[in-house]
């Protein structure tokens, strides 16, 4: 009864996972945090079996921050997420594999378009020529832009604008398919996740305890208060 829920928009990442942590039909917790910040921007969202999940997330996390001390820089979404992948595909062929389905998103800084800006270096403010400062002290930046990837445990990985893991999928691709666009702004987001949220309520026999959202920007990962506490009308 996991629910896992990510989407892309203009400026943004948002994800969120069901509070509940469950054993078939019992509810052992009813305020669990199912993600992992990995980097400044990158977090991962994991469902699955109990032990393996939470094991395989410090597993990773504790890798990257490794990569982190060692290099002197951050690892962004997507070499995460490689990384990732070939760590669940090397488990896979293993006697014991982890079985985990994972959402991992973030803010990719080295993405987006290329945008010119006043070079901060000597030669680029006398108008050098080299060619990191471009032309008249310009150099050129990123803008960023938004990174999705969905992993399974099969260890299968594809970057898409939105994704679900869990009962999820069945109940709110069809929503996120209908009203998502690249363009969306955080609000719009929002109230798409709150759409996705109702018909998981409409649907499932079993309570979930509602979601922990996340947001991942240009400026880092924080949680936002999503309030899904109002009644809905069943189906």
Known sequence: MEVLLGLTGRDFVLMAASKAAMRGATILKASD???????????????????DTVQ??????ANVALYSMRNDTDLGPGAVAS???????????????????????????????????????KEGKEGGSDAQDGKNGKAIKKTGCARLYW???????AEVPYAAHGYAQYYCLSILDKHHHPDIDFDQGMKLLKMCSDELKRRLPIDFKGLVVKVMTKDGIREVEFDDSAPVKSA
């Open 151 to 157: 992993i399974d445990y099969l260890a299968s990985q």
């Open 83 to 121: 990384f990732t992948r070939s760590e669940l595909a090397r488990s896979l062929r293993s006697r014991s594999p982890y079985m985990v389905n994972l959402l991992l998103g973030g803010w990719d800084v080295l993405g987006g378009k290329d945008v010119e800006v006043e070079s901060e270096t």
């Open 56 to 61: 395989f997330a410090e597993y990773v996390q």
């Open 33 to 51: 945090d199912k993600t992992r910040e990995l980097t400044k921007h990158t977090l991962m969202a994991y469902s699955g079996e109990a032990g």
